[in-house]
């Protein structure tokens, strides 16, 4: 592709599309920080990778009210906006559990399921948009959980951190299911991604 049709997408985007990038880009950081801790461990990469999470969040506040509040919203930008989310709310959250000691192959399980949730949550809401709008500029309500309510096992997980209870000190311990362990900590991924996939479940948009 030549060099002119990269920086013709690069002007095609708007404040709110920069914006939405850096939610991305704070979800990317938070998977480096755990990378880091996991060779170097020291509690401060966690500590860093939740916070990331954390700021992506606030950028995926401001990207959707910027996009509204200048009505600059694009198929683009949501989409954009769908990967960002899956990166920061999906894989990084499962990565920050995966790093801090839910490693065992039932959590990689329920860690799986969890981002594979979040993922369809992503992909249904994008194809029902439009009908969930109901001819207007904004969707009315959620049909399950929006996925960066994963923000909260992060911040959970944060918590724990800073009461040194992650590792073999996670709390609830760990157990073996068959060969395989099990750190029921985890499960509150495995609700989570339930939760986010749920249609009966209705929440009202802000």
């Not at 950081?29 to 969040?57: D, E, I, K, R, W």
């Not at 920061?88 to 192959?105: K, N, R």
């Not at 709008?133 to 399950?144: P, R, T």
């Not at 996670?170 to 989570?192: E, T």
Request: charged share 15%; aromatic share 10%.
């Amino acid at each position: 592709m030549k060099p002119t049709k990269h920086l013709s997408m690069i002007r095609s985007f708007h404040l709110a599309d920069w914006l939405t990038l850096g939610n991305a880009s704070c979800g990317v950081g938070a998977l480096f920080s755990m990378m880091t801790y996991l060779q170097n461990p020291n509690v401060l990469h966690v500590f860093f990778a939740c916070g990331l999470v954390a700021l992506a969040f606030i950028f995926d506040v401001l990207d959707g009210r910027i996009a509204r509040w200048r009505q600059q919203t694009s198929p683009l930008g949501q989409e954009l906006d769908s990967l960002a989310d899956v990166i920061s709310f999906g894989v990084a959250p499962a990565a920050i559990a995966y790093g801090v000691g839910m490693d065992g192959l039932w959590d990689r399980i329920i860690l799986l399921y969890f981002v594979a949730c979040g993922v369809s949550r992503l992909a249904r809401y994008n194809v029902t948009a439009e009908t969930l709008a109901q001819g207007g500029d904004k969707v009315k309500y959620f049909e399950g959980t929006p996925i960066p309510s994963s923000l909260l096992l992060v911040l959970i997980i944060a918590i724990a951190a800073a009461n040194g209870a992650i590792g073999d000190r996670l709390w609830f311990g760990m157990v073996h299911i068959g060969p395989w362990q099990f750190h029921p900590l985890a499960l509150m991924f495995a609700v989570s991604g339930s939760l986010m996939i749920s249609r009966t479940l209705r929440i009202p948009k802000l």
